[in-house]
């Protein structure tokens, strides 16, 4: 009798998010322009964690979790550098400036 032979299987790496955007999550650009807005009213980016955002017809928007999470992701270096250079344009404290919980 003969040994069958067993194959590997090649595993597919994971795709790109074009084409599934989640309407309720809001995209990099919105929230960016949204901490830019915030900035203009309170003169800084220190926003609460808890701040929230109403918009025309969707979900409030956290930004203050969103600028947590950002921070997180930039201090381990997982966010894109077009990223953080449109962060830095709207105010360089933006890396400092969640009150964490």
Known sequence: GGAGGGGAGGGGAGGGGAGKRNPNKPQFDT???LLK??????GDVK???DYT???DGG???????WLRAVTKAAANNKIKADRVAALD???????TAVQTD
Not at 37 to 42: G, L, N
Not at 89 to 95: L, N, Q, T
Request: net charge positive; hydrophobic share 45%; charged share 35%.
């Open 59 to 65: 979900k409030p928007v956290r930004l203050g979790r």
């Open 89 to 95: 344009a709207i105010d360089g404290a933006w890396r």
């Open 47 to 49: 926003v609460p964690l």
């Open 53 to 55: 955002v109403e918009r």
């Open 37 to 42: 807005e915030y900035k203009a009213k309170a």
């Open 31 to 33: 929230m960016a322009g």
